[in-house]
């Protein structure tokens, strides 16, 4: 009877340790969850303050700031409001403006420092740190007072503590976050631990390290809230090297005897215990930081009550079988010959089954059920029986719903990971689009203005050149300076000069028609042979009526029954883009070679291409030669007439066609511009 007690009480024992197991591994996975929520916070600043000092011109609003020069040589910044950030220096800083400016642009990143601390409770203080011993922390602090107060020493250089040097690239090679041991805070917060991760520039080069605190007591607060109903239990936090990180106040004398290397060899598995002392070790890994969460628990008070209880019934239904057997057989001596057969058949059949009965339980069925019988004594028996067997069934069946109410919060546990994960994931995208979005719509809009600018600057400097050489001739005309006879000269410069006014005004309308598609073109389909015959008659060995102007040699490489394939083109404008091509081939190519043109079918396309060996365009403008009013020729006081409007209705005029313009050129070789135009496939 004895060890079918201690068998059940083990049975129980392993249950509730099961139990217990559960409850920790799934606090390990909440803290887990806590954890990771930190370190994304710490990436995304991570990733925004790549992205501010990497691109720095997408960031120029920025805001200066006023640094306090103290007794010791260090600089703070005085917070506004104890929800902003701040900044501040060690002693040995030098103030140059490369690093005020980049402590200013450190601004950009307190909105992200203020959501971080509003999500996360176990946060106290996020940071960017300078290689320059420079930094900006949010919430602000009173750096006076820690220094004062001897919390803060500003001849200690920040970047010589672990939350700075355990994210370089020297113990953290991959650049991720990274969790550093408890250590004593540089503030008054005492003992607090750090992730951290480092920020760096394209070409992999520190520019700082992001960090955010969170403090022991948070940890212990926060984290290990598990409260025991048990006296001598206790939960703790140790890091993967085995050194315990915090500690509930019940086991701050205890923890260190504990055989901590077993977990931490184990590498992350669930571990249970026996400490020998009718104690149990129970604990659960944290794959986020590697850490290990643990219990201690004492064994025999988990169990003692069911099993002194069972053990109990079940001795005390011993006893009063051993009595009522001991009165039978004192009866059956006296009657032994008279009622063998009656104590045959009335006692030995109860008793087989109670044996039958007990065996049962030891093999662990516990639904036995004893029958009534005639006998009064082994009724009673069977009575105490059958309430030990429901008291044990009905353990094992709490033990059971127990074990399906677990599995269920796992359920809704890893449900509820899932949603959180797709919603930060989701609200993650919305941001990064939202940033993405804005930061093009900024540089459009600053690309705008800066060609709206430029426009007007040389349009007001194409205007204002001949309307100052006009106004002049009329003046000397009209005050008798020119003499009778030069008149007619004047008169004919004047008139030149209008012409190229109109022209520019005629440009600058029509590329302003084009460009925002309020000029409709009249397509028409027209044989390839056609159009380019079009091209040799206008062009062909012809000698211009402009000064200086070369010779155009037109080569038509398309023939046969090419010549009668279609292309849609509206003519006119078509013969305007190539018209101004060979225009510009004439003004900067070389006045003693001619100047050729090449057509040709290639891929389905009909193919222009212009070319003069002039002095060619260096490769840092051809990106921008299609722009209005770009000439390589900065100082706009070029002697070749122009107005830098010629290419951009050519881009406009060919893009309207579904066609592609490009340039190729080398110095002192020449220049290539080729019209690229598709042909009707239907």
Request: with cysteine; hydrophobic share 40%.
């Amino acid at each position: 009877m004895s060890l079918t007690a201690q068998q059940t009480g083990d049975m129980i024992a392993k249950h509730v340790i099961a139990l217990y197991q559960s409850n920790l591994t799934s606090q390990a996975n909440v803290m887990n969850l806590e954890f990771v929520s930190i370190q994304k916070d710490v990436l995304t600043v991570k990733r925004f303050a790549e992205e501010i000092y990497t691109s720095p011109e997408r960031y120029s609003q920025l805001t200066p700031i006023q640094l306090k020069k103290e007794g010791l040589g260090y600089y703070w910044e005085k917070p506004l409001s104890p929800e902003t950030s701040n900044v501040g220096t060690n002693s040995s800083v030098q103030l140059t403006p490369d690093l005020l400016d980049r402590l200013a642009r450190s601004k950009y990143l307190e909105p992200l420092f203020r959501q971080s601390l509003l999500a996360n409770q176990n946060l106290v203080a996020m940071y960017y740190i300078l290689p320059d011993n420079a930094w900006r922390i949010y919430p602000a602090i009173n750096l006076k007072e820690e220094v004062d107060k001897k919390y803060f020493l500003p001849s200690i250089p920040i970047t010589s503590y672990p939350f700075y040097t355990k994210a370089l690239p020297t113990d953290n090679p991959r650049g991720d976050t990274i969790w550093t041991d408890p250590y004593h805070d540089v503030t008054h917060r005492d003992w607090m631990v750090t992730v951290s991760a480092p920020v760096f520039s394209k070409d992999h080069k520190v520019l700082g390290v992001v960090g955010a605190d969170v403090t022991i007591e948070n940890l212990v607060n926060n984290v290990l809230n598990t409260r025991f109903h048990l006296s001598n239990a206790y939960a703790f936090l140790m890091n993967k090297d085995g050194r315990i990180i915090a500690v509930q106040k019940e086991g701050a004398k205890d923890v260190n005897n504990l055989p901590l290397s077993q977990i931490v060899n184990d590498k992350g598995k669930e571990k249970v215990t026996d400490l020998g002392d009718h104690r149990v070790l129970l604990s659960a890994f944290i794959p986020a930081t590697q850490w290990y969460l643990g219990y201690v628990i004492p064994r025999n008070e988990m169990i003692s009550p069911i099993y002194d209880q069972t053990n109990q019934d079940i001795l005390e239904s011993g006893k009063r079988i051993i009595n009522q057997l001991t009165v039978m057989s004192f009866f059956l001596v006296l009657l032994c010959v008279a009622i063998t057969f009656v104590v045959w058949n009335r006692l030995m059949r109860p008793m087989r089954k109670l044996i039958a009965a007990f065996s049962e339980v030891s093999a662990g069925r516990l639904n036995i059920e004893m029958p009534e019988n005639e006998i009064v004594e082994f009724n009673k028996v069977s009575q105490s029986f059958n309430r030990m067997s429901q008291q044990i069934n009905h353990l094992v069946q709490v033990l059971d719903q127990r074990l399906q109410e677990k599995e269920i919060l796992q359920q809704e546990l890893l449900s509820l990971n899932r949603q959180l994960e797709f919603l930060v994931n989701k609200r993650t995208e919305e941001l990064s689009k939202a940033n993405e979005t804005l930061l093009l719509k900024n540089r459009q809009l600053e690309e705008m203005e800066n060609s709206r600018v430029l426009m007007l600057a040389n349009i007001s400097h194409d205007l204002k050149t001949p309307l100052t050489l006009i106004s002049g001739y009329i003046d000397a005309i009209c005050d008798g300076v020119i003499e009778k006879d030069q008149v007619s000269d004047y008169l004919e410069k004047i008139r030149h000069r209008v012409k190229s006014l109109n022209r520019l005004v005629r440009d600058l309308y029509e590329l302003s028609l084009l460009e925002t598609k309020n000029k409709a073109l009249h397509y028409q389909n027209i044989k390839i042979g056609c159009f380019l015959d079009q091209v040799k008659e206008k062009w062909h060995v012809t000698h211009g009526d402009l000064l200086h102007a070369q010779a155009v040699c037109v080569f038509d490489h398309v023939s046969g029954a090419e010549r009668d394939a279609d292309i849609s083109l509206d003519v006119e404008y078509m013969h305007r883009a190539i018209d101004n091509l060979i225009e510009n081939a004439k003004k900067y190519g070389d006045k003693d070679k001619p100047i050729l043109v090449n057509m040709y079918l290639k891929d389905r396309f009909l193919h222009l291409a212009v070319c003069d060996e002039g002095p060619g365009i260096d490769e840092e403008h051809l990106p921008y030669i299609f722009e209005r009013s770009y000439r390589a020729d900065k100082s706009r006081n070029s002697k070749i007439p122009g107005n830098g409007l010629g290419l951009a209705i050519v881009k406009e005029i060919v893009e309207a066609h579904q066609g592609k313009v490009w340039v190729e050129s080398k110095i002192n070789k020449g220049t290539i511009f080729t019209i690229r135009l598709p042909i009707n496939t239907s």
